[in-house]
């Protein structure tokens, strides 16, 4: 089969198209015919040596991807060769096939493509297990989005307003934020122009649950933008690693902060996310209510192309990489 390797670690011109050998599945797993994968932050990271794969995860990139299933592994049950499927990976996404943990599937929701289903799987195990496994976002609550142009960002919109919350979002542009309205957000702010915590606090009683990007550089204005009893999840490092925290203030306002990843836990816990997007996400993307958010297919030969798409941030929502023309 082909696949993108990493020639060494450096710019998308380091990626490369190359006959690899076809993946096995084991115990527990399943072979899948690759349609489509997507970009992740996590995937630029990696190409530049800076990510590498958990221990075990397969040294191709990719993080999700859709396709059929070509084969199963022993001691698989509820899935058959020919499902059309999406998958949770912990690497592997970037390739003409792909075995992943069968507890890592998911179906194909009836609304969705199967090319357009390969940018689902991330994005909604990251903002399910965040905003409502663990943040515990609820009808009424305040909802703040960095980053709401991304993948992450114009999913969590989605997710937010269905769950019956008001959804703020923070964005580089007056035309990203309109798409980001149009998507559900209630409350838009310029990051370049606007302060966040004012315009926030302007029409609100501060967040309740903050899903940030950014780490560091942030760390102080969301702790401020917090609501009493708000919680801050933090599942991204674009600002910085090292930040001060105010205790006092958190103490004050009862909240809490959290840093999560996704990628490396235990496969027990992935199943159990998994799970629990396809009980209780899963019918909202059935519905249409939440709906992956597509800027542009790229072949998958050419990833170098969409990754620098999504290094130059003009990209809304996610790029996706045909296996197959």
Known sequence: MHAI????PGGPEQLRWTEVPDPTPGEGEV???VAASAVNRADLL????LYPPPRGASEVLGLECSGAIAELGPGVPDWQVGDEVCALLAGGGYAEKAVVPATQLLPVPSEVDLLSAAGLPEVACTVWSNVVMHAGLGEGDVLLVHGGAGGIGTHAIQVGRALGATVAVTAGS???LERCRQLGAAIVINYREQDFVEELKAETAGADVILDNMGASYLGRNVDALATGGRLVVIGMQGGVKGELNIGKLLTKRASVAATGLRGRPLEEK???VAAVRESLWPLVESGSVLPVVDQVVPMAEAGDA???LEEST???KVLLAARS
Not at 5 to 8: A, C, L, M, P, V
Request: charged share 35%; glycine share 8%; hydrophobic share 40%.
């Open 31 to 33: 072979l899948i015919d």
């Open 46 to 49: 990696q190409r530049r040596g």
């Open 315 to 317: 990209v809304f929502g």
């Open 271 to 273: 199943a159990r996310i």
């Open 5 to 8: 390797t990493i020639s060494e």
């Open 307 to 309: 990754h620098r798409a």
């Open 174 to 176: 007056a035309k990203r």
